[in-house]
């Protein structure tokens, strides 16, 4: 019996470290083939100068338009699911019953909507569009970027605050805090996973090529105002790649490293936020 479970041991941590190695080569490998090929690509011109008149020719240019609408764009979004997720999941947590089945028709519902394609969303969003008779905008990418990345901040979120001990609001509403207070303080404890939910919901929306395709549209210059059109990196790498020219493949390439950079540093800064407000928990 004992070297029976010995082997069952050891069987496991082998097949525990052939899973992590082949995860690591896999992210290796595409880290590697991006870098590979777009570095040489990659100069200053591409992230300070707009596309020129032939960008998609070979000529010169950046996308430096696609940055900055990516930027304005998950920017945006996040602050439109910030305000919608954290209230909810305050609220479902420690307003309502601990076995309320409101509550779990909610996380049921976004169980649902965290498994819908995001071309999906785009076709919403365009639908709703033409309804209100708007047209390709920021605000349109912005707004159905923030329904994809939504269900994705609730859930993670909620997930977090269910570990949160359970007698906590209890004691400080025993000591005289009203519940907004309550909520304050419980959600500095959160902080750290809250960070998270959006570290992930940023990684999902920021690199969404469909669902931008009919919402956000698509401009060679900056985006000066909520109803312009914005371009984005994914699309603009989507764009790069259709051409036959192949200096126009290796940029897109270079963009697909400068979109690897700006998520790790959102990464690496989610992070360090997440420490600091772990050590600073009260």
């Not at 052939?18 to 896999?26: G, K, N």
């Not at 909620?158 to 419980?186: C, F, H, N, Q, W």
């Not at 192949?246 to 400068?258: C, F, G, H, M, T």
Request: contains cysteine; charged residues 15%; aromatic residues 10%.
């Amino acid at each position: 019996m004992i070297n029976t479970k010995r082997q069952e041991e050891i069987f496991f941590k082998i097949l525990m470290i052939i899973s992590i190695c082949v995860i690591m080569s896999i992210l290796l490998f595409i880290i590697g083939t991006v870098l590979y090929k777009g570095l040489p690509a990659l100069d200053w011109d591409m992230v300070s100068k707009l596309p020129g008149g032939g960008f998609y020719l070979g000529k010169e240019g950046g996308v430096l338009n696609a940055i900055i609408g990516s930027l304005y764009l998950i920017s945006g979004s996040v602050v439109i699911s910030l305000t919608l997720s954290v209230p909810l999941v305050l609220f479902i947590n420690f307003y309502l019953p601990k076995k309320s089945v409101f509550a779990s028709i909610i996380r049921f519902s976004f169980d649902i909507l965290f498994g819908v394609p995001s071309i999906v969303y785009g076709a919403f969003g365009f639908a709703l569009m033409i309804f209100l008779g708007m047209r390709a905008s920021l605000l349109g990418g912005i707004i159905a970027v923030a329904l994809l990345i939504m269900p994705i901040m609730v859930r993670s979120f909620d997930e977090v605050t269910r570990l949160l001990p359970r007698d906590l609001p209890d004691a400080l509403l025993s000591l005289g805090a009203t519940k907004y207070e309550m909520s304050k303080v419980i959600l500095r404890q959160l902080m750290p996973g809250l960070v998270t939910a959006i570290l992930l919901a940023v990684g999902r929306g920021i690199g969404d090529a469909a669902t931008v395709l009919f919402t956000a549209g698509y401009t060679d210059n900056l985006p000066n105002a909520l109803n312009h059109p914005a371009a984005t990196l994914p699309l603009s790498i989507f764009f790069q790649l259709g051409s036959p020219v192949e200096e126009v493949q290796n940029r897109a390439y270079a963009s697909a490293v400068i979109l690897t950079v700006i998520i790790l540093i959102l990464s690496f800064s989610a992070r360090y936020f997440s420490s600091k407000y772990s050590k600073n928990k009260i």
